[in-house]
């Protein structure tokens, strides 16, 4: 391995722990949503009324492992289901109000954090991580689509606590 890719990986490896960790002692974030429930608002906030299939493609999760989430999203009223009108089967499921300011919350205290740990760095600077972060995220999801199309066992991500990442 080389001295470069060693050190992505701790990096990366400490970048998850700090950030969990910024997530549980951090004032601006005791309220905030937990991942699961951040990353399925912002896409129904962004693509309105989606199916569950659809969710969990986006997420590359299992179906079932989204549908346990949402389960615990609408008893939180966060989200509604509703019958698919182009499908009488399916059923959409659409942000409440509630999860839209729930998001828009925790959208702004999230930034907060970041702001913070980032006021040193240039707007070039920021550009750059933001960039490499997606380029990193992207090829990541490339390679497990890769190894799902040769047959490569790649179960659903999960936290610590159960829930998708």
């Known amino acids: ?93 659409t942000a409440t109000d509630d999860g839209a300011r729930a998001l828009t919350t925790t959208r702004a205290a999230r930034a907060e954090v970041y702001a913070d740990v980032l006021e040193g760095w240039t707007d070039a600077d920021r550009s750059t991580l933001a960039d490499l972060l997606a380029r990193l995220n992207a090829d990541l999801d490339l390679r497990s689509r890769r190894r799902s199309a040769r047959g490569v066992a790649t179960p659903p991500v999960r936290s610590p606590s159960g829930s998708p990442t």
């Open 1 to 93: 391995m080389s001295d470069a890719i060693a050190r992505i990986e701790t990096e990366v490896a400490m970048l998850l722990r700090l950030a969990d960790r910024n997530r549980r002692t951090g004032d601006e974030l005791e309220h905030a949503l937990d991942r699961s429930a951040y990353l399925l608002l912002r896409l129904l906030t962004e693509r309105g009324p989606t199916n569950v299939n659809a969710l969990a493609g986006l997420l590359r999760l299992d179906p079932s492992t989204v549908t346990r989430q949402l389960l615990a999203m609408e008893a939180d009223g966060l989200v509604r289901r509703g019958r698919d009108p182009q499908d009488g089967r399916g059923t959409l499921v």
